[in-house]
């Protein structure tokens, strides 16, 4: 895609998404430019080997305010981090690589695994997942639809039928 930002469309301050590889339809995410890197909701996070490298397994919970929704993920570890977030304190987190759906797009982007439970997000998209993706109109929210509540408990079923834990 050309870098001529005139050509790049526009999302608000929070928008829904998916992370289609990790099986997860729906995820309210915070847009924030202030932040270099995303970061996913992650309750337990459990490093494994397979296939000849690092993998992580990890519980999250999609919904906000939902614990009793949650999906058991698998990725390929990318990376470990020390990440400081904007409260000042450093915390160690696995880095793994998925792609993002938003408004017709699907991009690839580096996500950390932290648990995200005290706070309102539980996914929150960093500047480097943004950059040549997207131009962020701070005053606007949901430019691609939000999700309704038909939708979403359909996601919950479908959610508790694939559920192990």
């Given at each position: 895609?050309?870098?001529?930002?005139?050509?790049?469309?526009?999302?608000?301050?929070?928008?829904?998404?998916?992370?289609?590889?990790?099986?997860?339809?729906?995820?309210?995410a915070k847009i924030d430019t202030g932040a270099r890197s995303s970061a996913l909701h992650?309750?337990?996070?459990?490093?494994?080997?397979?296939?000849?490298?690092?993998?992580?397994?990890?519980?999250?919970?999609?919904?906000?305010?939902?614990?009793?929704?949650?999906?058991?993920?698998?990725?390929?570890?990318?990376?470990?981090?020390?990440?400081?977030?904007?409260?000042?304190?450093?915390?160690?987190?696995?880095?793994?690589?998925?792609?993002?759906?938003?408004?017709?797009?699907?991009?690839?982007?580096?996500?950390?695994?932290?648990?995200?439970?005290?706070?309102?997000f539980r996914m929150l998209i960093g500047r480097t997942a943004l950059r040549g993706n997207?131009?962020?109109?701070?005053?606007?929210?949901?430019?691609?639809?939000?999700?309704?509540?038909?939708?979403?408990?359909?996601?919950?079923?479908?959610?508790?039928?694939?559920?192990?834990?």
């Amino acid at each position: 895609m050309s870098n001529n930002s005139s050509e790049l469309p526009i999302i608000g301050w929070r928008e829904w998404l998916a992370l289609p590889e990790l099986g997860i339809q729906h995820i309210k995410a915070k847009i924030d430019t202030g932040a270099r890197s995303s970061a996913l909701h992650a309750f337990y996070v459990d490093p494994f080997s397979s296939r000849g490298g690092q993998w992580v397994r990890f519980g999250i919970h999609p919904l906000q305010r939902d614990s009793e929704t949650v999906l058991e993920c698998e990725a390929p570890v990318k990376d470990h981090r020390a990440v400081t977030d904007s409260g000042g304190h450093q915390e160690h987190r696995y880095v793994i690589e998925s792609s993002l759906s938003l408004g017709g797009r699907t991009w690839p982007a580096e996500i950390t695994l932290t648990n995200r439970d005290s706070m309102k997000f539980r996914m929150l998209i960093g500047r480097t997942a943004l950059r040549g993706n997207f131009l962020v109109d701070s005053a606007s929210s949901y430019r691609f639809g939000k999700v309704t509540l038909k939708q979403l408990s359909a996601y919950r079923r479908a959610t508790a039928s694939r559920n192990p834990i």
